[in-house]
């Protein structure tokens, strides 16, 4: 099976499906979540039945601000389906899916703990990789670096945030 | 908010930051006939900064929580801060026992998002070293599991041929670990003269050696008592949780991503993929130690290719391909001469095109990708975000070892205290790798 068929079969129930570079991703809306990933592990032609990865992206000039991927995998056949929901800057909160998948539980944990995204339903939804009383999300693209500048014999460098596009 | 280290004293809690899951939920309190204890995250035998939390009955652990994060160190978001060529430095840094998988999953991302293929010799240098470096990983997960278990010899043999393999890493990259060799569009430079010599005679010597590591251990009563029926995680417990590499084999699947989906010519290669039935730590140590011959193999086909094929390491294309054609000069410096004299005294353009390569890098077409390779210890997943720009916007690795230590609960609950060290030794993780 093609990764275009993977596409079109997705398609005729998800129609917002995009290949590109050899990939098919399928968006989502949030409140079709659950639904959707149990559709595409039980239908036959499908069978996306392995999580590979949970992560996500920060857009804070766009509406969605948080773009939530999983990364699907069919064990039985090579191919692999990205499946996408856009979360909302203001209500960044999404069904948790380590009912069906228990391998996203640390992965929901660490999108978590860099992205402030809450996972509704996770068993325990706490910092993974930073201190528990760590404050803010790290990899938000609007969390400050707080870097210091950079003393090199005469020359000072300033952080590497505020360095412009070289 | 960080801790300075000097709030007050707060009554000793054992389980600390973690205790919520040890308390009893009717009274909040820690039940009074079990012990809970720390392992790590300075223990010799957790491979690493892992800590453990364990509630024990007598010799019996009943429960246990991995704590991680201790070698967190931001590689990922560091990434979004320097050019997409300097992301390979900072990605190889990750599972540093086997850096490159880690080069070569990010080189595939971005060479997907750029829509290049590196050349033929490139994809054969990378298969070749990809394969000694699964080599070394894995005699290194043998010769540290082998130590934690008292078998110091079995440590002092393992550590003694990856010194033979981390040589020809050296010849090769300039550098033990952390080679940054693999870049987007290719490798560095070429094999250096010398190296296929060193390469052949380390692959003449290695099969023997593997032998005798199979002839201390196989039968050993010892090594098989702490072995043996220890650290059971069936296939199916595997697929939930995600497990992938050795321990997804050695419970019987036949799930390997050079087979799989293929990359970087992996289709190619004449090798079969290692399974065996028991799932146990046994079963573990004998899939990585037939792994290793299944490694050797590929290595023979594509030294032997290397003979075959000649030709550019790096793509041709001057908006991709950086840095130019070096050679190693007699006083030990890499240069390029007639680069030089092009960029020097021949074009201003190619000036200014080398200083913008230099100091800002490839803008990468926008886009995101998933990019996978098989890894010593599974799946190695890069997911990469490109907005356009000279840096990427976002980068993910998806760490095999990350998600195989989640079996660790699954693997020591209801077993001794002493079997924990061959469980976590046989799920091999590596905390680089773990916390990024």
């Known amino acids: ?166 | 908010m960080r801790t300075t280290g000097h709030e007050p004293v707060a009554p000793f809690d054992p389980a600390g930051d973690v205790a919520s899951g040890f308390r009893d939920p009717a009274t909040g309190e820690y039940r009074q006939e079990t012990m809970i204890i720390n392992m790590g995250p300075q223990h010799p035998s957790t491979h690493g900064v892992l800590r453990l939390v364990l509630e024990l009955d007598g010799e019996t652990v009943i429960r246990c929580k991995p704590v991680i994060g201790y070698l967190h160190t931001g590689i990922e978001k560091n990434t979004e801060y320097r050019t997409w060529v300097q992301g390979v430095t900072y990605v190889t840094r990750a599972d540093y026992v086997a850096p490159f998988f880690n080069e070569l999953a990010y080189c595939l991302a971005v060479e997907r998002l750029m829509g290049v293929e590196a050349p033929e010799r490139a994809q054969i240098i990378r298969v070749l070293l990809c394969e000694l470096n699964r080599i070394t990983s894995h005699l290194v997960a043998l010769a540290t599991g082998g130590l934690e278990l008292g078998a110091v010899s079995v440590m002092l043999y393992g550590l003694r041929e990856r010194e033979l393999i981390m040589d020809i890493f050296e010849t090769i990259t300039g550098l033990r670990m952390n080679h940054a060799y693999f870049r987007p569009g290719g490798v560095l430079m070429d094999l250096p003269e010398g190296a296929g010599r060193k390469i052949r005679d380390v692959l003449d010597v290695l099969p023997r050696r593997i032998d005798e590591y199979e002839t201390l251990l196989n039968d050993n009563p010892i090594w098989r008592e702490r072995n043996v029926g220890v650290a059971v995680l069936p296939a199916a417990r595997c697929l939930e949780l995600g497990v992938t590499g050795p321990v997804l084999r050695s419970a019987g699947v036949a799930a390997d991503l050079r087979k799989d989906m293929p990359y970087a010519g992996y289709e190619t290669y004449d090798f079969d993929v290692v399974t065996r039935a028991e799932g146990d730590a046994y079963a573990r140590y004998r899939v990585r130690i037939d792994e290793m011959r299944q490694s050797l193999r590929i290595a023979e086909q594509a030294l032997q290719r290397l003979l075959d094929v000649h030709g550019p390491v790096m793509i041709d294309d001057p908006k991709v391909g950086w840095p130019p054609k070096l050679s190693v000069g007699p006083d030990g410096i890499g240069n390029d001469p007639a680069y030089l004299e092009h960029i020097m005294e021949d074009s201003m353009e190619a000036l200014i095109h080398h200083f913008k390569m230099v100091t800002q890098g490839v803008d990468v077409p926008p886009g995101e990708v998933y990019a996978t390779v098989e890894a010593p210890r599974g799946e190695l997943g890069l997911f990469v975000v490109s907005d356009g720009g000279h840096r990427p916007y976002r980068v993910h690795m998806r760490d095999p070892s990350f998600v195989n230590l989640q079996a660790v609960p699954d693997v020591i609950e209801g077993y001794l205290i002493a079997d924990i060290i061959p469980a976590i030794a046989s799920l091999d993780p590596v905390m680089g790798g773990v916390d990024r």
Do not use: C
């Not at chain 1, 009912?99 to 339903?121: C, K, L, Q, S, V």
């Not at chain 1, 609007?142 to 950079?150: H, K, N, Q």
């Open chain 1, 1 to 166: 099976m093609s990764v275009e068929e993977v596409a079109a079969a997705v398609a005729e129930r998800y129609p917002d499906v995009v290949v590109a570079r050899g990939e098919a991703t399928v968006v989502i809306a949030r409140d079709d979540l659950l639904e959707a990933l149990a559709w595409l592990r039980d239908e036959p032609r499908l069978r996306m039945d392995a999580l590979s990865s949970v992560t996500a992206t920060h857009w804070p000039e766009r509406d969605p601000a948080f773009w939530v991927d999983y990364e699907l995998r069919s064990m039985p056949s090579p191919q692999r389906l990205r499946v996408k929901v856009g979360l909302a800057a203001d209500d960044p909160s999404i069904p948790s899916v380590t009912g069906m998948f228990p391998t996203a539980n640390w992965h929901e944990r660490e999108t978590y703990d860099f992205y402030g995204i809450t996972f509704e339903g996770h068993p325990e939804l706490t910092r993974i990789e930073l201190p528990a009383d760590w404050v803010g999300y790290p990899l938000r693209k609007d969390e400050p670096l707080g870097g210091v500048p950079t003393w090199y014999r005469d020359a000072k460098m300033p952080p590497i945030d505020q360095r412009g596009q070289a």
